[in-house]
C-alpha cells in the first residue's frame, strides 16, 4: 500500500519510521531542507514523552526541571516542584533531523525540498526541486502542522481556536536551572500566559502564548512584568514563532486521509504542548495503517481515531476548559487565588497532577480546595472551578 507522509516533523517521522518497519511502503514529504527548522518549540516535555520519543531524545537533551513556578501580575509566586524530574527541555533541531533519519533508516523513501500541493486527478501534486511531480498513492497522512495543507485538500475542519506563540532564545538571569517559570496577567499574556524555560544556568527560552499581539506582549511581558523585568540580559540569539491549534479537529479520519499531530488539534489546550499527544497518535494511526494493510479494509483506520479518544478527548475537552478560563481571570482575580493559595500548603498536592492530563491536575486543585479551612477561600475557588466547567 503506497503511503504519502505529509511533513517530516515529530509526527511525519514517527509515523514514517513505524510504517517503514512494519513493510509499508512509504515516502515521507517534507518542504524544508532540514526537518525541525524553523524551529516553532521551546522543547518541554514530560519524562513520560521523553521515554517514549527514546534515543533521539535523549541527543537532543538540553536540561531537566523538577518543577514550575507561576508569577501572578505583580510577582507573587506559587511552585510546585518534585524531588524527581518532572519535566526534560530538548532541542527540536537536533530532534527532528534524528526522528526524520531513523525513519528514512527503517526505509521510509525522503523527499526533502518538497511541498504537497494538493490533488490533480486523484494524485498527489508535490512540487520539488525539479519540478512538479504526481504521486499515486492509496492513504495520504498530513502530518503538516497548524493548518496543513492535508487538511484543506481533504475538507477537514479547523481547530476552535488558534493561538500564536513567540519566543526568543536568550541571556536570562536563571534562578533555578531546574524550575520552569510562568508568568500570568496583563502583562504577559491576558488570554494564555508566558514562559521562561531555562537551557542552562544563563540561557532561557522567553516566550508568550496569545490570540493576539504577540510581539507587543512578549516586548510588555520582558520590560514590565515584575518578576521577569531586568532579566532578559542581552540581544537574543533566536526568534521563533508559530501558530498552535487548540481544539481536536473532528473528524480526523476521513476515507483515504488522515491527520496526525498539530494538523489534527492533537495538543494539550490548557499549555499549548502537542509533541506527546502527538507521538502518542502517531504510533496510533500506524497501528491502524498496518492493520489496513494487513486486512485490506479501511474501516481499520477507525482503530485510530478510537484509540486517540479513548486516551485524550476528555483530557483535550478539559483542557479546553482551563484555556477558556485563561481569558475570564484578570489580574485581580489572579491576585486572590495567588493570596489564597499561599495560606495553605498545598504545593505537594497540586505536585501529584500529571502535565500531559489536566484532569488529574484538576482533581488535584479539588483536592487542594478540600484542604482549605476558611470557607470563604473554599467557596472562591468552588466558584472558579464551576464557572470554569460551565464555560
Ligand atoms: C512557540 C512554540 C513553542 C512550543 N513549545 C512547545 C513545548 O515546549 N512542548 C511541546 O510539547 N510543544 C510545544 N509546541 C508545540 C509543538 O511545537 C507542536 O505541537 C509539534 O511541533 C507538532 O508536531 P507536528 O509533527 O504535528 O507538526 P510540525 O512540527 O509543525 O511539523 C510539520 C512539518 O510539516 C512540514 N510541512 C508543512 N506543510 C507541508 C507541505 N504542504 N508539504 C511538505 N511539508 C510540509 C513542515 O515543514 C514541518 O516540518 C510549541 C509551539 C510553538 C509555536
Excluded: W
Amino acid at each position: 500500500m503506497r503511503t504519502l507522509v505529509i511533513g517530516g516533523g515529530i509526527t511525519g517521522s514517527i509515523l514514517a519510521r513505524k510504517l517503514a518497519e512494519n513493510g509499508v511502503e512509504v515516502r515521507i514529504i517534507e518542504e524544508h531542507s532540514s526537518p525541525g527548522f524553523p524551529v516553532q518549540c521551546a522543547g518541554l516535555v514530560s519524562r513520560k514523552c521523553y521515554e517514549l520519543l527514546g534515543k533521539p531524545a535523549e541527543k537532543s537533551l538540553e536540561n531537566r526541571v523538577r518543577g514550575a513556578v507561576a508569577f501572578s501580575p505583580s510577582g507573587r509566586s506559587f511552585e510546585v516542584s518534585s524531588e524527581d524530574f518532572l519535566g526534560y527541555v530538548i532541542e527540536r533541531k537536533t530532534l527532528d533531523p534524528e526522528l526524520f533519519r531513523r525513519a528514512v533508516n527503517s526505509g521510509a523513501v525522503p523527499m526533502l525540498k518538497s511541498y504537497f500541493a494538493g490533488l490533480k486527478n486523484g494524485r498527489a501534486v508535490v512540487k520539488t526541486q525539479d519540478g512538479v511531480k504526481c504521486l499515486d498513492f492509496d492513504l495520504i497522512a498530513g502530518c503538516d502542522g497548524p493548518g496543513g495543507k492535508t487538511g484543506v485538500v481533504f475538507g477537514f475542519e479547523k481547530p476552535e481556536m488558534i493561538f500564536s506563540g513567540l519566543q526568543i532564545e536568550c541571556r536570562y538571569r536563571v534562578e533555578h536551572v531546574d524550575q520552569v517559570e510562568i508568568f500570568l496577567g496583563e502583562n504577559a499574556s491576558p488570554d494564555f500566559f508566558g514562559y521562561a524555560i531555562p537551557i542552562d544556568g544563563e540561557t532561557a527560552r522567553v516566550g508568550v502564548v496569545t490570540k493576539e499581539m504577540a510581539l507587543h506582549r512578549l516586548r510588555r511581558m520582558i520590560e514590565r512584568h515584575p518578576a521577569m523585568k531586568n532579566r532578559v540580559m542581552r540581544a537574543y540569539t533566536e526568534a521563533n514563532a508559530g501558530a498552535i491549534p487548540v481544539g481536536l479537529v473532528d473528524p480526523f479520519v476521513n476515507g483515504r486521509a488522515l491527520l496526525v499531530g498539530d494538523s489534527a488539534g492533537q495538543v494539550k489546550p490548557y499549555t499549548g504542548g502537542g509533541i506527546y499527544y502527538g507521538a502518542v497518535a502517531s504510533e496510533m494511526a500506524g497501528d491502524a495503517i498496518i492493520e489496513y494493510e494487513k486486512t485490506g479494509n479501511i474501516k481499520a483506520l477507525n482503530r485510530y481515531s478510537v484509540d486517540f479518544r479513548k486516551e485524550f478527548e476528555k483530557e483535550i475537552r478539559v483542557g479546553m476548559k482551563i484555556v477558556k478560563l485563561y481569558s475570564i481571570l484578570n489580574d485581580n482575580d489572579y491576585e486572590t487565588i495567588f493570596d489564597i493559595a499561599s495560606r495553605y500548603s498545598i504545593s505537594d498536592v497540586i505536585a501529584e497532577g500529571d502535565m500531559d492530563r489536566p484532569s488529574t491536575i484538576i482533581s488535584a486543585g479539588m483536592k487542594a480546595v478540600s484542604m482549605m479551612k476558611n470557607p470563604k477561600h473554599a467557596l472562591f475557588f468552588a466558584k472558579l472551578l464551576s464557572k470554569m466547567m460551565l464555560s
